[in-house]
């Protein structure tokens, strides 16, 4: 959807190419964006006359399955991650879609169908390491520059390019039982209200999604309804497929719904189930004209999360976009409206905001890094 045209993509393989790009910047002049999934809805990803910052050829990952951590560089991708950690049985809250790059969703504070059980991606994070403005390598963690670290986990790309990222594996799969069920949209009031206050009720285990969609022409859908609006609830039990089966059935029983694909399968296939519905390289107006396909349908759902306690309980310590202490919040990751009043509000609240302009102005006082949700420094 973006169409811009950089003077310089600087293609990194590692954190020395990446100090080599941001001196290059700050000396010339030139306007950075920086790259690692391509992703952002608003385009920061690339920019007109200046210098990308491209992470996506560093792709080194390393599990310590004895610690259940991992430690990866930030031009991987969720698919690519989990390829990885699921060799060993292990996981972390990631994106829903494979295509997704660690590094910005992680910043953002990071969505995903273990939140509800683990936490945001955030929540996992254990260390950063970081490109300044000035082109110093710095290690963040709850022990090395820890302010550093608070504004790391949702403050986004302001403070600095992250190279890789350390995460908190949790035992997850191989096999989960997960999926989508579809409603007639006709019956959506009903259908979202019985979905939100089961899933309040429900273990922590039960992540879900409800999105308004157009149904897809699959063999699994009535004729009647593909290529109809629909209401879908995704769901994906974090344990085992036993007691997922005894907590999704009141889900597949209300209704009934008249498509039911709700099965065992990888996590790498639950992470993978609606990428389909989101080729990559597909803008959104011609996926439109293309037509549905996949168990997702046609692209531009209208999505709904229902958040657990573990995202709530671990918010107050850190900082999270969509912090509703007190202020009203969304996380950047899921909108394209970028202005000064949103993005202030996003951070939750003038403390931690004024708390984020003072990093950012020991971090980056010119704001180098400024195509992103912007924090400005002071002046």
């Given amino acids: 959807m973006i169409d811009r045209r950089p003077a310089i993509i600087a293609r990194c393989t590692g954190a020395a190419d990446v100090v080599a790009a941001v001196n290059f910047a700050r000396t010339s002049g030139l306007e ?27 792709k080194g990952r390393w599990v310590d399955p004895d610690a ?10 969720w698919g690519e991650f989990e ?31 273990l939140e509800r059980k683990f936490g945001l991606t955030l929540n ?22 820890p302010e550093l670290f608070w504004g790391l986990r949702g403050g986004g790309g302001n403070l600095g390019v992250v190279t890789s990222l350390e995460y ?10 997960a999926g989508p069920l579809l409603h007639p949209a006709l019956r959506a009031v009903e259908v979202i209200r019985f979905w939100r206050d089961y899933v309040d009720t429900a273990p922590d285990e039960l992540g879900t999604m409800a999105a308004f969609i157009t149904a897809p022409s699959a063999p699994f859908v009535p004729e009647y309804l593909q290529g109809r609006p629909a209401v879908g609830i995704a769901v994906c039990w974090a344990g085992s497929v036993e007691d997922g089966e005894r907590a999704v059935r009141p889900l597949r029983e209300f209704g009934p719904p008249v498509a039911d694909v709700v099965q065992p399968m ?21 996926r439109g004209r293309d037509g549905p396909r996949g168990a ?37 990751n899921f909108t394209s409206d970028q202005s000064r009043d949103m993005v202030r509000a996003s951070f939750g609240g003038p403390q931690k905001y004024e708390r984020l302009v003072d990093l950012k102005t020991a971090y980056d006082p010119t704001n180098l890094f400024h195509l992103n949700q912007n924090i400005e420094p002071r002046t």
């Fill in 32 to 58: 950075v964006a920086v790259r690692s999934g391509g992703h952002s809805v608003p385009g920061y990803a690339v920019c007109d006359g200046g210098i990308v910052i491209d992470l996506s050829p560093m």
């Fill in 68 to 77: 259940r951590t991992a430690r990866a560089q930030t031009g991987l991708t």
């Fill in 83 to 113: 390829r990885e950690t699921q060799m060993f049985g292990l996981a972390t809250t990631g994106g829903r879609i494979t295509t997704t790059g660690i590094g910005g969703q992680t910043l953002g504070s990071g969505s995903g169908w």
């Fill in 124 to 145: 996992n994070l254990r260390s950063a390491e970081v490109v300044t403005a000035a082109g110093d390598i710095v290690r963040a963690s709850d022990s090395e520059h």
């Fill in 168 to 177: 908190q594996l949790h035992p997850v799969g191989p096999i989960l039982l």
């Fill in 266 to 286: 990888p996590y790498t296939a639950v992470q993978a189930m609606f990428d389909e519905s989101f080729p990559k390289g597909h803008q959104n107006g011609q």
């Fill in 296 to 332: 997702g349908g046609g692209l531009d759902p209208f999505r709904l999360l229902r958040l657990g306690k573990p995202v709530g309980e671990r918010r107050a310590p850190r900082l999270d976009a969509g912090d509703h202490g007190g202020d009203a919040g969304v996380s950047m």
